[in-house]
Antibody, heavy 124, light 107 residues
Framework: EVQLVESGGGLVNPGGSLRLSCAASGFSLSSYSMNWVRQAPGKGLEWVSSVSSSSSYIYYADSVQGRFTISRDNAKNSLYLQMNSLRAEDTALYYC?????????????????WGQGTLVTVSS | EIVLTQSPATLSLSPGERATLSCRAGQSVSTYLAWYQQKPGQAPRLLIYDASNRATGIPARFSGTGSATDFTLTISSLEPEDFAIYYCQQRSNWPSTFGQGTRVELK
């Protein structure tokens, strides 16, 4: 059974940093591109960042470019999101999501499996 | 970026009725469009990918049609568990974008 479990969320001051993790099981992480998608409280879904299976291709939303860094460790079956210079508008539930297709590491994704999310709150 | 506009914002229906949800893209996305269902407190669930393909385990009452800029998700006969928010999403271009959602509520 495919499982994605996020951790690392919490309350942080504006300008602070946080590192999110996603532990994957039930499939070979090294075969799939992985993603972070967020959802502000009561709002819709926003794609944040993607990393291809071997980390050759990395993409960011304009809203986080230069502040967030996505990475992965296939040997540890884990995905990460380093979040720096956090702003109030980054407050959201952050989901780890698997790209449905194993083909085309440079192509934009849709998402077949999602974790339950980890909540990030940026507030003083 | 490609803007996806969903309509209506809210659909009030009864169990057994047919639900028709629309998603319009600001430019052509070919058939690279997906639909998701989200219930309160849950992660989104993939229903349809590439405009018309049902994801694994999705009941046949869910169907998707469309291409280029106009897409439709149809639920042929609403079950009690289908009342939720539905999002469309395009993967034609970076950045991948989502529509704002359509809430299907109990009438």
């Amino acid at each position: 059974e495919v499982q994605l479990v996020e951790s690392g969320g919490g309350l942080v001051n504006p300008g602070g940093s946080l590192r999110l993790s996603c532990a994957a099981s039930g499939f070979s992480l090294s075969s799939y591109s992985m993603n972070w998608v967020r959802q502000a409280p009561g709002k819709g879904l926003e794609w944040v960042s993607s990393v291809s299976s071997s980390s050759s291709y990395i993409y960011y939303a304009d809203s986080v470019q230069g502040r967030f860094t996505i990475s992965r460790d296939n040997a540890k079956n884990s995905l990460y999101l380093q979040m720096n210079s956090l702003r109030a508008e980054d407050t959201a539930l952050y989901y780890c999501a698997r790209k449905r297709s194993r083909e085309g590491g440079s192509s934009a994704p849709d998402f077949d499996y999602w974790g339950q999310g980890t909540l990030v709150t940026v507030s003083s | 970026e490609i803007v996806l506009t969903q309509s209506p914002a809210t659909l009030s229906l009864s169990p057994g009725e047919r639900a028709t949800l629309s998603c319009r893209a600001g430019q052509s996305v070919s058939t690279y469009l997906a639909w998701y269902q989200q219930k309160p407190g849950q992660a989104p669930r993939l229903l349809i990918y590439d405009a018309s393909n049902r994801a694994t385990g999705i009941p046949a009452r869910f169907s998707g049609t469309g291409s280029a800029t106009d897409f439709t998700l149809t639920i042929s006969s609403l079950e009690p568990e289908d009342f939720a928010i539905y999002y469309c999403q395009q993967r034609s271009n970076w950045p991948s974008t989502f529509g704002q959602g359509t809430r299907v509520e109990l009438k």
